[in-house]
């Protein structure tokens, strides 16, 4: 069962799944009551994202309350198991840049994005979930990139403005990658063997956008941007066009927000032995999932001109959850 805001809401995202798909909203405790009544186990994906520093209550409606009617709701209905995706962004950071574990814990105090301290409350509801005899796990994601982007997403955009030419420059940095068939599969894998309260980080590969950049080239068959913006200068750049840009295009995000700016520069590692360790996690490649989220933006003919290129992946079945999770984060 999928539960999905809208009905107009990317509906070939849904195309071929044998889901029953429910109209509801997470902001409403009924709705959501009636879509969890019935299920034995539960992924809850759903979350409003963004880099900005706007919309802080629906982020919290959608985010935080959301996440409570969901587990509240689990726990009236009895059900086994919830996983509930959380954010590389909630996890506290290391000294010295030694990669970040679960347990790090998260600094209050420094300049987080209403998104980041809303993925933090979300894991203050699972925890009280817990304490209350839910039996949930979290599984917190890194950047995502891959297939079935219907959105589509910030990393989407990107290659999407590399694939026609878009990309005019770039920022130097780096960060943590997951692509959409490992999260998907870090899911079913908390699903079946995590620890009820446990938390695990999934990523594939931490990339420099330098690399990042040489494999969009690749995939793409484009040259990178010639402008490679120092991050300094881009800090200042995005913080003076911020405010201009929620007043003149509020609806329309930009690439570089001082928040995507500061991801990048941060240049964050994550430490996922123990999903390793406990749940047999096995990454795959960042390089794979460019090339699936290039063909598939291809065969919906997102890219002008673009040719079709051989892609693989683990199995069909893989393939299928990975447009079912996809589908219902959106």
Partial sequence: MLISGERSTQPEALEGL???????????????????????????????????????RDIYRTNVLGTRH???????????RVVVTGSFSATGETAFGRPSTEDMPFYPFARHTPYTVSKVLVEHECLRAAASGL???IAASTAIIGPHDYRPSRMGRVLLD????????????GFEFVSAQDVVEGHVLAMRHGRAGRKYLLSTEFRTVDEMMDLYSAVCGRPRPSLRVPGAVMAGVAELVQPLRAVLTPHRPGRFTPAAVRF?????????SRAADELGYRPTSIATAVEQAYDCFVRRRLISGGRRIAVTSRSGRQAAAAQSVAASAR
């Fill in 264 to 272: 990048l520069r941060s240049q964050r590692r994550a430490d996922c």
């Fill in 70 to 80: 969901v587990l509240d709701a689990a726990r009236r209905h009895e059900v086994a």
């Fill in 162 to 173: 590399f694939a026609e030419g878009r990309l005019r420059a770039y920022v130097p940095g």
């Fill in 135 to 137: 039996d949930v796990v």
């Fill in 18 to 56: 044998a889901v029953q798909r429910v109209f509801g909203d997470l902001r409403d405790p009924a709705a959501t009551d009636r879509a969890v009544a019935g299920c034995d186990r539960v992924y809850h994906c759903a979350a409003q994202v963004s880099t900005t520093s706007g919309g802080k």
